[in-house]
Nanobody
């Protein structure tokens, strides 16, 4: 199973970006998918996740992004999307998508089974 994250870029504060996480060698609907981010000099942190289709496609968010970020999945395209609105300079980070067999809303890196490469998101003030 391979994940590929893309869609990052440079955006002004208050702007929007949509990240995509595509899967190869597997079917996206089987996995809980999470987005994590790592800002310069900081540890990687959980941002948002969505449980597998059998787990109800339930989204769950870190408090810092609730009401600004939305996660969704398209099982036909085998892709999970992260819509990010009202971006702030503190959202600047490398964003990673990851997949897990677990449906208990995993938020820890150790709970994720597969990782994609990161995509850079830079928010200018």
């Amino acid at each position: 199973v391979q994940l590929q994250a893309f869609g990052g870029g440079l955006v002004q504060a208050g702007g929007s970006l949509r990240l995509s996480c595509a899967i190869a060698g597997g079917t996206m609907f089987r996995y809980t998918v999470g987005w994590f981010r790592q800002a310069p000099g900081k540890e990687r942190e959980f941002v948002v996740g969505i449980t597998s289709t059998s787990g109800g496609n339930v989204p769950y968010y870190a408090d810092s992004v609730k009401d600004r970020f939305t996660i969704s999945r398209d099982n036909v395209r085998n892709t999970v999307y992260l819509q990010m609105n009202s971006l702030k300079p503190e959202d600047t980070a490398v964003f990673y998508c990851a997949a897990s067999y677990r449906n208990l809303r995993p938020r820890q890196e150790a709970d994720m089974d597969y990782w994609g490469q990161g995509t850079q998101v830079t928010v200018s003030s």
